[in-house]
């Protein structure tokens, strides 16, 4: 509920960033990832549904369906 760890193994690092986007799709956070093990705080954030993109440049490489409680 205050964290999520988002992992990369398949993709080189350089170039890839998140974002988090509340169901509305207004955009919460925008953050490049530096490492394979990314800590993502969601303490801050309601108990709600929430989209996690993963992107390389501008394309869009997986969408996940985050639900905090």
Do not use: C, P, W
Request: hydrophobic letters at 40%; a positive charge; charged letters at 20%.
């Amino acid at each position: 509920t205050d964290y999520l760890t988002l992992s990369i193994s398949e993709f080189k690092l350089s170039g890839l960033s998140y974002q988090l986007f509340d169901m509305s799709g207004k955009l919460l956070l925008n953050e490049k990832i530096t490492s394979s093990q990314t800590h993502i705080v969601m303490s801050q954030l309601v108990s709600a549904s929430y989209l996690l993109v993963v992107k390389e440049e501008n394309m869009r490489l997986k969408t996940f369906k985050i639900v905090k409680k």
